[in-house]
């Protein structure tokens, strides 16, 4: 399989190579695979990162998350940001103010560049402190490779889909509640656009379902000049979903225990 990959890879690069200047702005699958995301990926590739590549497991405006396999046949997700496409300006809200990325330029390409470098950054951190986020491996350019989370090639669902079929739906809140306070506590780090949409629900929806927080790249530091509105928006996202499906939240309460008050 990984024959087959570089053989894809080196057919579009040989392809993309004959075209005029501008290439870099060619669509190829939904604005995905340009040239240098290609050569990105050939390189990656090349160092054993990935070996096998696949579908699309999700798709969205601003990027598409594909099922791949890593070293030692690691089950992997590669998530590819389109450049011509993403929502600079609301990628830029979320920059700004982040002291880790204070130098940034205002190009499409550098603003993407660094939202990958910002949601791995971020990954790593709520990983190191025990929250279950995707286990970051690598970014490079607008190519984000983590683990996968899944079986049989299927992405885990999110909450959204079948948050009402929990059996135990009470302690899934208490973990999203311990995971957000882990975060704010031990990671510095404000989620941003927490709800049943950004959370997965990993092993099934009996008793031992648990909670995987993805799409983290918006996720701000403490000292974000934002940071405590958007913790205050994501107490009230997961509150108004878990009342839906019968659990009780005062979102007072829970503000407080995330802050550790």
């Given at each position: 399989m990984t024959d087959k990959i570089f053989r894809k890879i080196e057919e579009e690069l040989a392809r993309l190579h004959m075209k005029e200047r501008g290439?870099?702005?060619?669509?190829?699958?939904?604005?995905?695979?340009?040239k240098p995301t290609l050569e990105a990926l050939y390189r990656?590739?090349?160092?054993?990162?990935?070996?096998?590549?696949?579908?699309?497991?999700?798709?969205?405006?601003?990027?598409?998350?594909f099922y791949a396999l890593?070293?030692?046949?690691?089950?992997?997700?590669?998530?590819i940001y389109r450049i011509t496409t993403s929502n600079f300006k609301a990628m830029s809200d979320y920059l700004l103010g982040d002291p880790r990325f204070q130098?940034?330029?205002?190009?499409?390409?550098?603003?993407?560049?660094?939202?990958t470098k910002k949601e791995f950054k971020n990954l790593m951190r709520a990983y190191e402190v025990g929250v279950r986020v995707p286990e970051p491996i690598v970014a490079e350019r607008n190519i984000l490779i983590m683990e996968f989370i899944g079986e049989d090639e299927v992405s885990a669902p999110r909450l959204k889909d079948v948050g009402e079929y929990l059996e135990d739906p009470g302690s899934f809140f208490e973990i999203v509640v311990e995971y957000t306070s882990k975060l704010y506590q031990k990671a510095?780090?404000?989620?941003?656009?927490?709800?049943?949409?950004?959370?997965?629900?990993?092993?099934?929806?009996?008793?031992?379902a648990r909670p995987v927080f993805i799409d983290i790249g918006q996720g701000v530091t403490l000292d974000h000049v934002?940071?405590?509105?958007?913790?205050?928006?994501?107490?009230?996202?997961?509150?108004?979903?878990?009342?839906?499906?019968?659990?009780?939240?005062?979102?007072?309460?829970?503000?407080?225990?995330?802050r550790g008050e």
């Amino acid at each position: 399989m990984t024959d087959k990959i570089f053989r894809k890879i080196e057919e579009e690069l040989a392809r993309l190579h004959m075209k005029e200047r501008g290439v870099e702005d060619l669509k190829v699958e939904e604005d995905v695979f340009d040239k240098p995301t290609l050569e990105a990926l050939y390189r990656l590739a090349n160092k054993g990162l990935i070996t096998a590549m696949d579908g699309a497991i999700s798709t969205g405006k601003e990027a598409n998350v594909f099922y791949a396999l890593g070293e030692n046949d690691r089950k992997v997700a590669i998530k590819i940001y389109r450049i011509t496409t993403s929502n600079f300006k609301a990628m830029s809200d979320y920059l700004l103010g982040d002291p880790r990325f204070q130098n940034i330029r205002h190009t499409k390409k550098s603003i993407v560049f660094e939202w990958t470098k910002k949601e791995f950054k971020n990954l790593m951190r709520a990983y190191e402190v025990g929250v279950r986020v995707p286990e970051p491996i690598v970014a490079e350019r607008n190519i984000l490779i983590m683990e996968f989370i899944g079986e049989d090639e299927v992405s885990a669902p999110r909450l959204k889909d079948v948050g009402e079929y929990l059996e135990d739906p009470g302690s899934f809140f208490e973990i999203v509640v311990e995971y957000t306070s882990k975060l704010y506590q031990k990671a510095s780090l404000v989620h941003a656009d927490l709800s049943e949409f950004n959370i997965l629900v990993e092993g099934g929806v009996e008793e031992n379902a648990r909670p995987v927080f993805i799409d983290i790249g918006q996720g701000v530091t403490l000292d974000h000049v934002n940071a405590e509105e958007f913790l205050r928006r994501d107490i009230q996202n997961i509150c108004r979903y878990f009342k839906k499906i019968g659990v009780e939240c005062d979102e007072e309460d829970i503000l407080r225990r995330v802050r550790g008050e």
